[in-house]
């Protein structure tokens, strides 16, 4: 195979993965619930149970990397190491941290992973 060809290939795998990486994260983004969900009983973060359904959000540590839920649900998992983040971070997201919209989650993300 000459140089040509693979300078072909390669711009076509960097690409694929830059598109792959572009539309991964634009479904991070586009996720929004139903804000209309009913309330029931779920459990919360920490294993507990929580007589009434919070529409809230929590982002939290999940394995070394920050999680997102929804009405104690995963929603969606980051590619967001917590080992980089400073101490105080890392403990709030160990307890997780609430928010009441998916503009503050947004935000926090972006917080996080600058």
């Known amino acids: ?31 929004e ?10 459990s919360t973060l920490a294993g507990e149970t929580n007589n009434t359904m919070s529409d809230k959000y929590v982002i939290a540590d999940e394995n070394g990397k920050i999680g997102v839920y929804y009405m104690g649900e995963l929603i969606y998992l980051t590619d967001i190491s917590t080992t980089g983040l400073r101490a105080v971070d890392r403990d709030l997201l160990g307890r997780g941290i609430e928010t009441s919209s998916y503009e503050d989650v947004l935000r926090l993300l972006e917080d996080f992973g600058s």
């Open 1 to 31: 195979m000459n140089l040509k060809s693979r300078i072909w290939i390669l711009g076509g795998l960097l690409s694929i993965s830059l598109l792959l990486a572009v539309f991964s994260t634009a479904a991070v983004f586009a996720f």
């Open 33 to 42: 619930p139903d804000a209309a969900a009913s309330s029931e009983s779920a």
